[in-house]
T-cell receptor, first 111, second 113 residues
Framework: RKEVEQDPGPFNVPEGATVAFNCTYS??????FFWYRQDCRKEPKLLMS???SGNEDGRFTAQLNRASQYISLLIRDSKLSDSATYLC????????????FGSGTRLQVQP | DVKVTQSSRYLVKRTGEKVFLECVQD?????MFWYRQDPGLGLRLIYF???????EKGDIPEGYSVSREKKERFSLILESASTNQTSMYLC????????????FGPGTRLTVL
């Protein structure tokens, strides 16, 4: 089983729609969770961290479900500029300083 | 403004060549990372370094080595390039401590013929 699993998509949604992605992780001891965004032919950039109580940043809401070992990202009122690949990131191995990246979910927002 | 630069955007090499990929960050970060990114496989960690002259293997270190002689520079070396090392290579850096935001360079698209 992969350490971090995501539905690759693509998710094709109209402008203004609400869309949600889930990501599952295998290590129950994981403590840190993030969503990164990667535009086509660009480098990944941090979108938001995911906190235990859930957190919101404008139109973006991230949630963590430890019992089921998944994190989610909800995007409300989708914009064309939200079209990108969203990477789920977890610290998979608590003995290691590095993070583990999922392979990403592609979102295409259409006019 | 945070900046991570990589020596080349595109590189074409022949099988068996020794290849050097350079990464420089200007943020005084302690941690530096090398990943490769392939379709369907996501980012996979090759090596990382948390201090000058320190390195740790990532998930796929075979066929690669690294060098960190100065804090701002982290080099990835392909000792004898092979076609299965054709990939996008991304360098990243972060402040010390674990699990902090990583800042990525623009990537090097390496093709090995």
């Amino acid at each position: 089983r992969k350490e971090v699993e995501q539905d690759p998509g693509p998710f094709n949604v109209p402008e203004g729609a609400t869309v949600a992605f889930n990501c599952t992780y295998s290590n129950s001891a994981s403590q840190s969770f993030f969503w990164y965004r990667q535009d086509c032919r660009k480098e990944p950039k941090l979108l938001m961290s995911v906190y235990s109580s859930g957190n919101e940043d404008g139109r973006f809401t991230a949630q963590l479900n430890r019992a089921s070992q998944y994190i989610s990202l909800l995007i409300r009122d989708s914009k064309l500029s939200d079209s990108a690949t969203y990477l789920c990131v977890v610290n998979g191995d608590t003995g290691r300083r590095a993070l583990t990246f999922g392979s990403g979910t592609r979102l295409q927002v259409q006019p | 403004d945070v900046k991570v630069t990589q020596s080349s955007r595109y590189l074409v090499k022949r099988t068996g060549e020794k290849v050097f990929l350079e990464c420089v960050q200007d943020m005084d970060h302690e941690n530096m990372f090398w990943y490769r990114q392939d379709p369907g496989l996501g980012l996979r960690l090759i090596y990382f370094s948390y201090d000058v002259k320190m390195k740790e293997k990532g998930d796929i270190p075979e066929g690669y080595s690294v060098s960190r002689e100065k804090k701002e520079r982290f080099s990835l070396i392909l000792e004898s390039a092979s076609t299965n090392q054709t990939s996008m290579y991304l360098c990243a850096s972060s402040v010390s401590g674990t699990y902090n935001e990583q800042f990525f360079g623009p990537g090097t698209r390496l093709t090995v013929l």
